[in-house]
């Protein structure tokens, strides 16, 4: 009996040591965090903006994601709309403009993907080429400039120049007798004047990161590069562009997460009926079909069904780029 009582206590004794001991490591944990809030305040003061502005925008309408799956109306509210389950999203899939969105979104977050994300890098690499810091210094003024015009001077513009009738480009065509182009209101031109516009106005203000990424290369090893006889290039190429490849990895992985995000503005603006079938993007349907006809669980059910594809994409670039040794999210 007694040994028997001496191995029915001791799994107790040892229950209550690993309880003590998490416990204890519990408070350990929390009491560094704490020593490091305290020591470090200041920056948690500075990040508080940031948190309450992602808390309220962010999170707190997470919550009202279940209007999805409700036939929402705003007198009963969330809590008292009925609910129809699935029906918004199988309306939205068996939707005849379904698949046109689909290849209009795909095909400009493509040509974006294709030809607007390299170009801060090249512009980079362009400009930590350059030796004078004044020419640099100006260089990176006028590029940055047009990052803080809205989309609303950036379609003047492109209707200054491009217009049919008032178009800097066609005047120049009439004036030598040539036939005038209406770029603005030809379907083949649309996805690349967005793609277009898009470099013009955001390639400066990309270069940012990119060259701070390249501000921490060690001197050392572009004078290594030299002394093996290595010409710009080489050194652009074996020296700068490694430098670099993390944050673009990073970069390349967030921009696959809102490969169905091609941007409302821009696009709403630009569209016009000759190019309605090209132009029609998810943003600009939810915003003509839910928001405009008051059908605020079907544009929900489309948003969570972009955030869900977002949501794949990036988790999918992350494993890939961690099973092929590249650096990941997380």
Do not use: C
């Amino acid at each position: 009996m007694k040994e028997l009582e001496t191995v029915q206590i001791e799994p107790k004794n040892r229950r209550a040591s690993r309880k003590a001991s998490a416990s204890g490591k519990s408070k350990t944990k929390r009491g560094r965090l704490w020593a490091d809030m305290v020591r470090d305040k200041y920056l948690y003061v500075l990040a508080l903006p940031g948190l309450i502005f992602f808390i309220i925008f962010k999170y707190i309408p997470i919550t009202n994601l279940v209007i999805a799956f409700q036939e929402y109306s705003p007198y009963f509210g969330v809590l008292g709309s009925p609910w129809v389950g699935f029906e918004h999203f199988i309306r939205f899939f068996s939707n005849n403009d379904f698949w046109m969105l689909l290849r209009n979104t795909l095909a400009i977050s493509f040509l974006s993907l294709i030809f607007f994300f390299p170009a801060p890098i090249i512009l980079a690499l362009m400009l930590n080429e350059v030796r004078s810091s004044l020419y640099k210094r100006t260089i990176q003024s006028l590029v940055y400039i047009p990052h803080f015009l809205s989309w609303v001077l950036i379609y003047g513009l492109t209707y200054l120049m491009f217009s049919q009738s008032e178009g800097l480009f066609n005047k120049w065509f009439m004036s030598m007798n040539w036939e005038t182009v209406d770029i603005l209101s030809d379907p083949n031109y649309f996805w690349a004047m967005l793609t277009a516009q898009s470099i013009w106005k955001e390639v400066g203000w990309g270069t940012i990161i990119f060259l701070a990424a390249i501000a921490g290369v060690d001197p050392q090893l572009y004078e290594a590069a030299v002394m093996d006889g290595a010409g710009r290039f080489r050194r652009m190429w074996h020296v700068t562009l490694p430098a670099m490849r993390n944050v673009i990895m990073i970069l390349l992985i967030l921009r696959l997460g809102t490969i169905l995000d091609t941007g409302f503005e821009q696009i709403y603006l630009m569209m016009n009926a000759p190019v309605t079938h090209v132009a029609e993007v998810f943003d600009t349907y939810v915003y003509r079909v839910g928001i405009r006809q008051g059908e605020f669980s079907y544009s929900t059910a489309i948003g969570l069904f972009k955030s869900i594809v977002g949501v794949i994409m990036v988790v999918t670039a992350n494993r890939l780029a961690r099973r092929y040794g590249q650096e990941s999210l997380y």
